[in-house]
């Protein structure tokens, strides 16, 4: 049966190459690859196809062709390369892959760091947006960058959300007599002009200012800024927590987002889901900004705009949160229900009659299970002579599974 092979070169080029692979090239009579990597073989009799950035022709020919066919690859070609794109369009038993030591081990090894906890993170026409999503998610990142999405780019997205907390180690064209890496902050590195061929390693100083806080259910009121105090309250938001049932990967809406206390804690449970904190009110979200940072979130993204109208591009949700409606109620549940997962669930929190007979109009009328809890606090006042409670308006909870 014909074999095409796939063959990483390692980052010293031809000298990287394994016994097994050198002997694979020589019996090729087709040999495909960049300029670069093909050059690492003078000497080769046979046909030479040189693969351009879009594949042109690649699959087609590797099709035809009834010989022996080799394709060189950078590093692992199944490490955001090549290999993806041949494991979609040809059969795979007719690919053997042989994969090398990739551009991002070597980094790591250059400064002396462990990796198998990190995240690896590929910007190639992939976007900037998303990509700074999945850093601030984890403490360590290896970022292959492009053209457009630079290091300084990236260094800049991360600013831009507070994120300063990294050590930044720039490795540029590794493995030829240029190579050289840089160790910044990411303050720096915003400022600073990348070789086109890096890779860069991004670890999280645990010293920093924005680690202060330890993730814990039930943060005080008080460590929150707020507007007037509205706020849902701690012992109301560790029920609310509790009745959303979030699970690692969830995606979650919190509407009517305050001071943002509810997607701080859930962030700590989501620790690879997506939330949304949905505010209109311009000086919500001021404190909202401050909270996010000061409590190092890291899966949490602002929404600006009157729901329901500023939900329709976020990702459907598996849980729904509403703090706040801003006298839209029955349109924001109307559009939560159109896109809410099956079996997915709303809390609700209310303080009023009104809401709370609506709501459960709303979720009676849509066949939703309902569940009411009414949550009563009262606290001991502090520094007073006499252990008195004051208490706080009830609060109703409801929580809606869909059906």
Known sequence: MKTIHVIGAGIDGQEAFGTQALERIREADLLCGGERLLALFPDFAGERLVIDRKLSGLVEILHRHQGRCVVLASGDPLFFGIGRYLLRNLPDNLLEFLPNVTSVQYAFAK??????????????????????????????????????????????????????????????????????????????????????????LLVREFDNEDQAYVPTLGIPDDEFATVKKLITKEEVRVVTLAKLKLRHDMCLWDIGAGSGSISIEADHLLPNGLIFAVERNEECRRFIKQNLQKFNTRNVQLVEGDAPACLENLPDPDRVFIGGSGGHLWDILDLVDQRLTSGGRIVLNAITLDTLTSASEFFGNAGYELEVVTVNISRTRPLTSYKMFEAYNPVYILTAVKG
Not at 170 to 177: I, N, P, S, V
């Open 111 to 200: 400064i002396r760091e462990p990796w198998d906890d990190a995240v690896f993170i590929s910007v190639h026409g992939r976007g900037l947006q998303k990509a700074v999503d999945r850093i601030v998610a984890n403490d360590k990142a290896a970022i292959l960058t492009d053209a457009v999405n630079t290091p300084a780019a990236i260094a800049k997205a991360l600013l831009e959300r507070g994120r300063s907390g990294y050590r930044a180690y720039l490795c540029e064209d590794l493995g030829t007599e240029a190579e050289r890496i840089r160790i910044t902050s990411i303050a720096e590195l915003a400022k600073t002009e990348a070789a086109p061929l890096n890779v860069l």
